[in-house]
């Protein structure tokens, strides 16, 4: 399973950029979720948001009513779209699909090699 995660550059605070990530090898509507992680410098790794299977989505506090995450089954894509950004989303984000896989219980997470997000004050 492979993620290529792009979209990722420098931008003003209050702006926007769509972080995108490509997943291939492996059925991709039935990968149980997707996720947005970022680590900033310094800090430890932090979820963003997620999308389940049946397109529920959880967001951090942090970037709640600011970040949306979408997935397209038809593209094989999951989006991360973030607005009004801040400095504080500095940092390098990461996709991820990961779940639990059926019957056997086996727990699967796989990653993009993420892409820059800064913003400037």
């Known amino acids: 399973v492979q993620l290529q995660a792009s979209g990722g550059g420098l931008v003003q605070a209050g702006g926007s950029l769509r972080l995108s990530c490509a997943v291939s090898?492996?059925?991709?509507?039935?990968?149980?979720?997707l996720s947005w992680f970022r680590r900033a410098p310094g800090n430890q790794r932090e979820l963003v948001a997620t999308?389940?299977?049946?397109?529920?989505?959880t967001y951090a506090d942090s970037v709640k009513g600011r970040f949306t995450i979408s997935r397209d089954n038809t593209k094989s894509t999951v989006d991360l779209q973030m607005n009004s950004l801040k400095p504080e989303d500095t940092a390098v984000y990461y996709c991820?699909?990961?779940?639990?896989?059926?019957?056997?219980?086996?727990?699967?997470?796989?990653w993009g090699q993420g892409t820059l997000v800064t913003v400037s004050s």
């Open positions: 999308m389940t299977r049946d397109f529920d989505t």
């Open positions: 991820s699909a990961h779940g639990t896989l059926p019957i056997v219980k086996k727990n699967y997470s796989y």
């Open positions: 090898g492996t059925p991709f509507s039935t990968i149980q979720n």
